[in-house]
């Protein structure tokens, strides 16, 4: 079965830095797109970035420039490196992919950006 389990998070203040992880099993990682979500309280879930099996990025307006996500086929993982962090970056950050036209998802991983 499919399995994304995320790493990496914790409490940060305003300005630092967090990289998280994700690694997946249960898929053929080097052909899926991968992606990273956050949800904060009382708020939708969103996409914060993700990747496609050639490389390509697409990243959410609020994160271009600080977050940078990356993938590594030989380990089956991909990373979210997050720069200049905010207050208002604390969600819950999950992992992402999809087979067979299901979404996947990890259990999520707190990232708490102080002020």
């Known amino acids: 079965q499919v399995q994304l389990v995320e790493s990496g998070g914790g409490l940060v203040q305003a300005g630092g830095a967090l990289r998280l992880s994700c690694a997946a099993s249960?898929?053929?990682?080097?052909?899926?797109?991968m992606g990273w979500f956050r949800q904060a309280p009382g708020k939708q879930r969103e996409l914060v970035a993700s990747i496609t099996r050639g490389g390509s990025t697409n990243y959410a307006d609020s994160v271009k420039a600080r977050f940078t996500i990356s993938r590594d086929n030989a380990k089956n993982t991909v990373s979210l490196q997050m720069n200049s962090l905010k207050p208002e970056d604390t969600a819950v950050y999950y992992c992402s992919t999809n087979k067979y036209g299901l979404a996947y998802w990890g259990q999520g991983t707190q990232v708490t950006v102080s002020s």
């Open positions: 249960g898929i053929i990682f080097s052909i899926s797109t």
